[in-house]
């Protein structure tokens, strides 16, 4: 009788497939890159290994799924010693997509998000997200983990425990040296798409639970916080499209304080044959004012920069790129930014110097080469420096830091 049951499944399998519900495509992505750059491990070399299924059950179903190598070293790496092990297994991505009308879809799994703004959260995250479409807006609805990813990849430094078990190595005779900060986040969305038009609008609020109690021995308090952001679309010529973005932050972190963040873009393409974009961007977040109005804490550890990376928090970046992609294989970009610091205590960094009061950081130039002869395969390039001279913060004595690499890509 069960070899019977288990025939019959197997039928109603193949039934399945022959009937043209079934479908599935599978690759690997090979990627190797140097690089080399001022600071104290000049030399980098990173290789990965990426598999990859996706899987089409229905046209409502499908299935992605990802995974990866990662190995890494620096001139200061100790293969296999007790600090860390050289090579990384990570599942990448795991979604499930359904999608029972054109207007209603579901994400379960392992699955990319982000804010619209990109000022709050963004990256992967384990968790169910479902959208509901309506004549002229969109609702959508999450409940999201970060507790199961590998640290490194939920990129979350909140509290002092976040930092310190983000700083520290990973062995996986400890696994709880591998997982990120234990994090619920409830992202809740509604997007006016044809506000008119030309322009758009975008509603989301997003709350934040501190789930690591038990794995903090001290008396810190749990970071709990709650997130409000608008952003608006306008596109006053066709090749101009401008962003507008404002967040609020409220963190409960023993008492109640209050954050805010900024956005404001604008990008040009010009009617021509070539393909090329100029595109201007700010972004600011608040410093300590008080002791309620406070620096502006993301969920995600968002890094500005592109040599110099801090993260968006007491921090104003103004950044200007442009990309120019005169052939099909070929493409390139050059970009320049400044940075300020929004109060005088938020940002870390060895080489300010507590004397000064100065709130200039400096600039930085970069550039990078894109060259793709087939689908296949990608060869890049890029680099850049920042220059703390043209600000008046860091010690006199700060030299330049600056970055090279080459990159190569292949799709099997």
């Known amino acids: 009788m069960g070899r019977r049951k288990t025939a ?37 070399l990173t290789g990965s290994v990426n598999p990859w299924v996706s899987a089409l059950f229905s046209p409502a179903f499908n299935l992605y799924v990802s995974a990866g190598a990662y190995a890494e070293y620096t ?12 090579l990384l297994i990570e599942l990448e991505r795991l979604e499930l997509n359904w999608r029972p009308v054109p207007t209603v879809s579901f994400q379960l799994g392992r699955q990319q998000y ?21 004549e002229r807006l969109r609702f959508s609805l999450g409940a999201l983990y970060t507790g199961l990813l590998y640290k490194k ?4 430094a909140m509290t002092a425990h976040d930092l310190e078990s983000y700083a520290a190595g990973t062995d996986y005779r400890d696994m709880t040296s591998y997982f990120a900060s234990k994090r619920i986040l409830v992202p809740v969305m509604v997007e006016f798409s044809d506000l008119s038009p030309r322009s758009s609008l975008a509603l989301s609020v997003i709350a934040q639970f501190d789930m690591n109690r038990s794995d903090i021995e ?20 066709e090749p101009l499209h401008i962003t507008f973005a404002a967040s609020a932050g409220l963190v409960e972190y023993g008492k109640p304080q209050m954050g805010f963040a900024a956005m404001v873009g604008a990008d040009y393409e010009p009617p021509q044959a070539v393909k090329d974009l100029l595109s201007f961007q700010m972004r600011w977040s608040s410093g300590r004012m008080d002791s309620f109005f406070a620096p502006f804490f993301p969920v995600s550890n968002i890094a500005v920069g592109e040599i110099f990376t801090p993260r968006l928090t007491g921090l104003m970046q103004l950044k200007a790129a442009y990309s120019i992609r005169p052939h099909t294989n070929f493409s390139a970009e050059a970009g320049a930014g400044y940075f300020i610091r929004t109060d005088l205590e938020t940002l870390q960094d060895a080489n300010l110097d507590p004397a000064l009061d100065s709130r200039f950081l400096g600039g930085e130039l970069y550039c990078s080469l894109i060259w793709a002869p087939q689908s296949t395969l990608r060869l890049t390039a890029g680099g850049g420096a920042f220059f703390p001279g043209l600000g008046g913060a ?9 970055k090279a690499s080459l990159g190569l890509m292949v799709s099997l």
């Open 114 to 134: 982000g804010d619209p703004a990109g000022l709050i959260m963004a990256g992967l995250f384990d968790g169910l997200h479902g959208s509901w479409g309506f």
């Open 218 to 237: 001290d008396d810190e308090a749990p970071l709990h916080s709650q997130y409000l952001e608008i952003q608006y679309l306008i596109e006053p010529r």
């Open 394 to 402: 860091f010690a006199s004595d700060t030299g330049i830091r600056w």
């Open 8 to 44: 019959v499944f197997w039928e109603l399998i193949l039934i399945f497939c022959a009937s043209g519900g079934f479908g599935a495509d599978f690759g690997v992505v090979v990627k190797t890159e140097p690089e080399y750059g001022s600071g104290s491990e000049n030399f980098t």
């Open 75 to 86: 001139e200061q790496s100790l293969p296999f010693s007790r600090e860390g092990f050289p």
């Open 153 to 156: 990849t939920a990129n979350i």
